[in-house]
């Protein structure tokens, strides 16, 4: 589409220049000026072309560090549908910094963490000083890179007459629920630094102050209410979340008085900065923790759950394998759990069944690599490249060559699979197979994709099956390939105003899964559409992600129709057709929120931060 800039510049916007999208509309990036995005709205209001208009008119001084508003975007009718923008290339969302996964990819500690938001802390002062107030800042809003934090969808927040309309419930000070916040500006910086609180708190504990499982008070909101911090005796403390003594006596008596007894005002930051200065480095787990314990609460809470384990008669556990590292992927292919754990600086290949251990030293971990494997062969990604090394495995892993793949624009991330003895990528607008058999290289196209917006999973128990999708704009539309044939998949498109949060395809031998969370009026829901192996439409439903056993989408298991939560009162099994969950008692001392789970055998595996575990029922 053309549009115009207020500046009298003529613009085309294509699909392929998308970068990412929200549940008001889409942003563009041109490669005539990458420094600059457009935020392009679905549907554009009045008071949206007002506020920004007004917004432009107070000439706020911003610092480099906000993605202020620079022009309006105009459409052939001289309507604002949109407004330009700096690019922050490079950075992630905060919501990152409570992600094992990523922390343990990327080698974040809580030094990096507490830098990163002694930052935020510092320009959500100055944004204060200009009369702003964001209202809705959550983990999705604020991004941050190797040195610095970023503020994002600024055209939301508060100033003058302007409301911000919008807030995550999770980030929203109590004191404001069930307000109408489009009405008039509701929101104050005592507010604005209640967010912060809640951000800071996760991101070092990997945790919502309000988190945990409560016997009777089951939803967020309904604990924040009445101030049932995680730390409440009542509340059991997740098991994935780091011991609350990696943070030190003062900063956890700070976030009392937030979260307990309902103070509100200014972060005290230099006790932020003052906690940061007292970390050191635990020489087995790499925790930070502050000097002034006497051991690392990693570790020791890690020994404490070793020794405490006790099971049930009616459940067994055989430990398979100890881990010691940080486990940067984990994949179960057919019979075999492979696992590559960075230990001292070295990717390390593991290899687990109910028969061995193999483990084979691969070379020195660079921060952001990854990684797809079978028994038979590893490819490896460096951060940030569309270039692949593939290795095949045998006693070692032998060099066979490197591939490119494409680079899918939203996530910036290269887009890869691999089966026993074929790389599936996409190049050239396909998506190719390419076997490797006594040194060459056959490669085979498999059907059309869309450069650059595309995305695919693939099955690696029973047959082969894949399940991708492209987008246009900001919906996403999905496909499923099998022996020979591609079937477009009737997945419901996002409603007005939902945004895509996170996505995972899960598989069995006859079912494709495809979950969704997103995030609608500052609400979490999670999507299921279930296919069974000939595309055909199962279920497709939408359910607040706080009425169900766990809002997890990854690190699940799926079989026959099913899924199983890892949680911390056990495994819960839950049906995505009737919406009825079910516990599992007997695993409740053996399984909790740190587990990812495979079907396996004739029950689960466990992997944990420390530990391979095959569970069976008696």
């Keep these: ?128 000083q200009q009369g702003l107030i964001i209202g809705d800042l959550n983990d999705l809003n604020v991004l941050f890179d190797s040195s610095d934090v970023r503020f994002i969808d600024v055209d939301s927040w508060q100033f003058d007459q302007w409301p911000c309309p919008v807030a995550t419930e999770n980030y929203l000070d109590p004191a404001l629920y069930n307000l109408d916040l489009t009405n008039k500006p509701s929101f104050t910086t005592d507010n604005d630094w209640y967010s912060y609180a809640v951000m800071l708190f996760r991101s070092l504990l990997l945790v919502h102050p309000y988190g945990g499982t409560h016997p009777t008070i089951r939803t967020l909101p309904e604990r924040a209410m009445k101030k049932l911090t995680v730390f409440d005796s009542a509340v059991t403390y997740p098991a994935i979340a780091l011991p609350p003594e990696v943070i030190s006596e003062d900063l956890g008596n700070i976030f009392s008085r937030y979260f307990q007894r309902g103070w509100r005002g200014v972060f005290p930051v230099e006790e932020l900065e003052k906690f940061k200065n007292s970390l050191i480095k635990c020489s087995s787990c790499s925790a930070d923790y502050p000097s002034n314990r006497r051991q690392c609460p990693v570790c020791k809470e890690q020994n404490k759950a070793v020794i405490t384990t006790t099971l049930p008669g009616s459940v067994s556990l055989r430990r398979l394998a100890g881990i010691t590292g940080q486990i940067v992927y984990n994949k179960l292919d057919g019979e075999t759990l492979i696992l590559v754990v960075v230990e001292k600086g070295v990717a390390v290949l593991y290899m687990i069944d109910l028969k061995q251990v193999k483990k084979i030293p691969l070379f020195p971990y660079e921060k952001g690599m990854r990684f797809e494997a079978s028994t038979k062969l590893l490819v490896v990604n460096s951060l940030g490249k569309e270039e692949l090394e593939v290795y095949e495995i045998g006693e070692q892993i032998t060099f066979l060559g490197k591939s490119i793949t494409d680079v899918y624009s939203v996530t910036q991330n290269a887009v890869f699979r691999v ?45 082969v099956c894949f399940a991708g999708f492209y987008r246009v704009l900001r919906q996403l539309f999905f496909w499923m390939y099998q022996d020979g044939r591609s079937i477009d998949l009737a997945v419901p498109q996002l409603e007005n105003g939902e945004g895509l949060v996170d996505l995972s395809v899960k598989f069995s031998s006859e079912n494709v899964l495809i979950l969704r969370k997103t995030k609608k009026k500052g609400e979490d829901f999670i999507l299921f559409d279930l296919f069974d192996k000939f595309g055909r439409v199962l279920c497709s439903t939408r359910i607040r992600a706080a009425n169900l056993p766990s809002d997890r989408i990854h690190g699940i298991a799926f079989s026959r129709g099913k899924i199983l939560f890892p949680t911390d009162v056990g495994a819960v099994r839950y049906d995505p057709m009737t919406n009825e969950a079910n516990s599992f008692s007997a695993t409740a001392k053996v399984i909790n929120s740190s587990h990812t789970l495979y079907p396996f055998g004739q029950g689960l595996l466990l992997v944990d931060e420390t530990s391979v575990n095959y569970l069976t029922l008696n």
């Design 419 to 463: 089966s026993e003895k074929s790389l599936f990528r996409m190049i050239g607008s396909n998506l190719i197979q390419t076997e490797f058999v006594n040194g060459f290289s056959l490669n085979k196209s498999l059907r059309p994709t869309v450069d650059h917006l595309s995305w695919f999973a693939m099955s690696s128990t029973g047959p």
């Design 1 to 128: 589409m053309n549009v115009y800039l207020d500046s009298g510049q003529r613009l085309t916007l294509d699909n392929q220049y998308v970068i990412g999208s929200g549940g008001e509309g889409t942003v563009f990036r041109l490669p005539s000026d990458p420094n600059i995005v457009y935020k392009i709205y679905e549907n554009p209001t009045t008071d949206q072309d007002l506020k920004l208009r007004a917004f432009l008119q107070k000439n706020f001084n911003l610092s480099n560090l906000v993605a202020a508003p620079k022009f309006l975007v105009l459409n052939g009718r001289n309507k604002v549908i949109g407004f330009s923008m700096p690019f922050f290339g490079g950075t992630k969302a905060i919501r990152e910094l409570a992600n094992r996964k990523y922390r343990n990819t990327m080698s974040v500690d809580n030094r990096i963490v507490s830098n990163i938001m002694v930052g935020a802390a510092r320009e959500l002062k100055n944004i204060h």
